[in-house]
């Protein structure tokens, strides 16, 4: 009798921990969910000193930590539903959340310029919000690596760091994206990668990729694709030359092998661009007290996870870095009802480290999910 009653009451702690993780990932993938008016973002403030409107979740009065919590290249930035939800949550877990408005990464632009703006943004806050304490970036993919470049370059200022589906080269990191190949694996990805990386990839750097009458009008399909607006995309593309539509479809559905030198030549001409906007010549600037949390999906097709062991390695001895390679995630979002437990066992993992991000005592730990 006590053993079945101990096993029902095991079950039903299960259930209560384990419905709110369920609910997040349901409602987060539908773009509905909303934990509470109270923990809804702020009106918009204006930081002119950066270029930059802010938004908060949380207040000021009652938060010790500050989450800075950079989106990845999407047209809808702070503004998608999945970035509030999770904005809320961190709300509701104690923290206050600054989302920047970043034009640039709403328009897929890529830019060191954007990094400078970032710097000024976090320079400028105290002025906007108080004095801040325990100050951390959240950054997700692309976003990631930007996140390293302020800490590395504002070692002072930063005293946390989260990386999801980021990268420690972004150069490594296109190369996966246009061709499916990482140095840091034995063969070409078991299925084509996504063709966000090819699709950015060409929108950035068209006037070299692209033939020379298509290219205006290609910038504006690929930037209307970018934008979700697939049916507006098909009606314009009646109006690219024989040769503009063979480069299309290259973006859209894969590069054979023998195109991939068209596009790793940008790669190679540039190389001390992507070099500004990759973590890895940086990685000795970070703050010795920094606690760093990386965060990738074994299945990503967009970015490898590669990326992520290979900062592990390169930050083996920094004092204070947790690290996860999970199925549970794809790129950013968790994979949900078809893993639920391991979904569960990622809910726990990162609740627990975002509770320790707030405590002043870390420690090391290494772990695979």
Same mark, same amino acid.
């Given at each position: 009798? %006590?053993? =079945?009653?101990?096993?029902? +009451? /095991?079950? *039903?702690?299960?259930? @209560?921990?384990?419905? #709110? ?115 951390? %970036?959240? =950054?997700?993919?692309?976003? +990631? /690596?930007? *996140?390293?470049?302020? @800490?590395?370059?504002? #070692? ?214």
């Amino acid at each position: 009798m %006590l053993v =079945g009653f101990l096993a029902l +009451a /095991g079950l *039903a702690a299960a259930a @209560a921990w384990l419905y #709110p993780a369920i609910r997040f990932i349901r409602l987060t993938q539908k773009g509905v969910y909303s934990p509470s008016s109270r923990f809804a973002a702020g009106p918009q403030i204006d930081v002119p000193e950066a270029g930059i409107a802010i938004r908060l979740y949380g207040n000021p009065a009652v938060c010790s930590s500050t989450l800075v919590l950079l989106p990845g290249l999407h047209p809808n930035g702070i503004h998608d539903p999945r970035y509030q939800a999770f904005a809320q949550t961190c709300a509701r877990a104690g923290f206050l959340v600054v989302a920047p408005d970043i034009q640039a990464f709403r328009e897929f632009r890529i830019e060191t310029e954007t990094v400078d703006q970032l710097l000024c943004l976090i320079e400028a806050l105290p002025a906007h919000l108080g004095s801040l304490q325990n100050l951390g %970036l959240f =950054g997700v993919s692309y976003a +990631a /690596g930007i *996140a390293f470049l302020i @800490a590395a370059r504002k #070692p002072e200022k930063i005293n946390f760091l989260v990386s999801v589906g980021g990268y420690g080269d972004l150069s490594r990191a296109i190369d996966f994206g246009l061709t499916g190949f990482h140095p840091e694996r034995k063969q070409i990805a078991s299925r084509p990668p996504q063709e966000w990386i090819r699709m950015i990839f060409a929108f950035n750097f068209a006037e070299k990729l692209t033939p020379p009458r298509d290219g205006d009008l290609l910038r504006e399909i690929l930037l209307l694709r970018l934008n979700l607006k697939e049916d507006k995309a098909g009606e314009k593309e009646a109006g690219l030359s024989q040769e503009g539509k063979q480069f299309l479809n290259l973006i859209m559905n894969g590069i054979p092998e023998n195109e991939f030198e068209r596009f790793r030549v940008i790669l190679r001409e540039r190389a001390d661009f992507f070099r500004n906007l990759s973590p890895e010549p940086l990685l000795s600037n970070l703050g010795a007290h920094l606690r760093i949390i990386l965060l990738h999906g074994r299945n990503d097709d967009l970015i490898p996870y590669e990326e992520t062991l290979e900062l592990s390695r390169r930050l083996s001895g920094h004092a204070h870095v947790h690290s996860c390679i999970t199925s549970s995630l794809t790129h950013v979002d968790a994979k949900g009802a078809e893993d639920l437990l391991g979904a569960f066992r990622l809910f726990l993992w990162v609740r627990t480290l975002l509770r320790e991000v707030t405590s002043p005592t870390t420690f090391a730990i290494r772990r695979r999910l």
